[in-house]
């Protein structure tokens, strides 16, 4: 039962409890999945950080345990640019049912070179879309056996101002690696939506649920040595745009609460209040290019010959 469905807000700093759930990040090493991770670390549910760097993933963990006594977490070793070591990772992490993932791991790039995935992809489509595409075949069956289980996918704000080239996904023709990212993060959202209108279609008790930062600087977030630090200095000049935006503590707000709010339902938006750029969470309406759900399945198709899934992804 979440608090605002027991007739009080929702409030970010009193989450309710999730004793006795797990839950994966993906990305959870660092940025929103790091913050998204503590916050629910905080619940008392155990939280698997996926991340492809041991280190990392050590040092997020670390952190965490230091600010949540008693804090539940482990890593999973999870390449999202490596399609055929998925499943290996799925069954890595032994659970006979998982109660909700986030899809939050990301690459983005300012490099003016296009680069590849180990499978051949354009390295951030690969990474961002194809990687959780994938996986989420190997997670249904985990996500299925929990009694409400979520899948809960990350996209961005960029996404709003970008439109999918059906006809050239990977950037073959024409990369511009702040284009192509948003692209990514705009194929990750049809696909989250896309997702729970085939969920519901099956009467299956899994949520697929967007959720967005907002505006999220490093230069608004507070440290976490050694996962982020953030001088005195920085801070101070990035107060004005604190007006517009915020840290990735907050960014990570709606995602959590896509997570745990009982009130939250499948094929719904969660974004920051104020100008879907900083603020509590709240209910957004979803942009019309966003929800076409002709896009969205030519995009499925077109995703399941690429990493050579089954084309309904394990969904029956």
């Not at 801070?235 to 915020?246: D, E, H, K, S």
Request: a positive charge; charged letters at 20%.
């Amino acid at each position: 039962m979440s608090s605002a469905s027991q007739g009080r807000p929702w409030d970010v700093h009193r989450l309710p409890s999730a004793e006795g759930r797990t839950f994966l990040v993906t990305g959870g090493n660092a940025g929103i999945g790091y913050f998204a991770a503590e916050q629910l670390a905080a619940t008392g549910a155990v939280v698997v950080l996926g991340s492809r760097d041991r280190a990392k993933a050590d040092a997020a963990m670390a952190s965490i345990r230091s600010r949540v006594p008693g804090a539940h977490v482990r890593h999973l070793p999870l390449d999202l640019a490596d399609l055929s070591s998925l499943k290996t990772a799925v069954d890595r992490l032994d659970l006979d049912h998982l109660d909700a993932v986030v899809h939050n791991a990301g690459v983005a790039l300012d490099d003016p070179l296009r680069r590849e995935t180990k499978d051949g992809h354009e390295l951030m489509f690969g990474t961002n879309h194809l990687g959780h595409f994938a996986l989420t075949q190997w997670l249904v069956p985990l996500l299925s056996a929990a009694p409400a289980g979520r899948i809960v996918t990350v996209g961005s704000f960029a996404a709003r101002s970008e439109r999918l080239d059906l006809g050239d996904l990977q950037s073959t023709r024409d990369y511009r690696p702040k284009r192509t990212y948003g692209r990514s993060k705009l194929a990750q959202m049809c696909f989250g939506f896309e997702l729970d209108r085939r969920l519901r279609a099956l009467g299956s008790t899994v949520l697929s649920v967007v959720a967005h930062p907002g505006g999220a600087l490093d230069s608004l977030t507070p440290s976490r040595p050694p996962v982020g630090v953030t001088t005195s200095g920085e801070r101070l000049r990035a107060m004005p745009a604190g007006l517009l935006v915020q840290g990735k503590d907050a960014g990570a707000w709606p995602v959590v609460r896509a997570v745990l709010d009982s009130e939250v339902r499948g094929g719904q938006l969660w974004g920051p209040r104020f100008f879907g750029l900083r603020g509590i969470p709240r209910r957004e309406p979803i942009p019309s290019h966003m929800a076409d759900p002709a896009v969205a399945a030519h995009l499925w198709a077109v995703s399941g010959e690429l990493v050579g899934t089954d084309p309904h992804l394990g969904l029956r």
